[in-house]
């Protein structure tokens, strides 16, 4: 009877800590989960991203006011490591396309939004 009492104390002490470090361990992991999150800028470097601020000049090769759209052929965009290029922006404002006249050279900004790009500002 006493050893029996005594083993079963000792299972409960057992499984107490053992819960106890469980728990602890699944805290621990949490924490390494969060720090994963903080890994996770992987993926939430194209929100990064699209939060920056890009520069670059450009000429105006076309315009499609309707759509909010103009193509420009632009320099070198350092902050994104882009090679001169030919590509089309949205506006974000279309008062913007007033400065986008075809064949004008700009000083530009422009956002990441979504799988696109977007002139935010035309010098
Ligand atoms: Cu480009």
């Known amino acids: 009877m006493k050893n029996g009492k005594a083993v079963t104390l000792v299972v409960a ?10 728990q602890q361990k699944m805290e621990g992991m949490q924490g390494m989960d969060m720090g994963g999150g903080q890994g ?16 670059a000049i450009g000429t105006v090769k076309k315009v499609d006011a309707a759509k909010g759209m103009v193509t420009l052929a632009h320099g070198p965009v350092e902050s994104l490591a882009w090679p001169s ?27 990441k939004e979504g799988a696109g790009y977007v002139v935010t500002a035309v010098r």
């Open 85 to 111: 290029m030919t590509m089309g922006f949205k506006v974000k404002d279309k008062a913007l396309l007033d400065k986008l006249a075809v064949g004008r050279q700009v000083e530009f900004d422009f956002v």
């Open 40 to 55: 996770m800028p992987m993926k939430d470097m194209p929100m990064g991203a699209e939060g920056l601020t890009h520069h």
């Open 13 to 22: 002490l057992t499984l107490g800590a053992g819960s106890a470090f469980a």
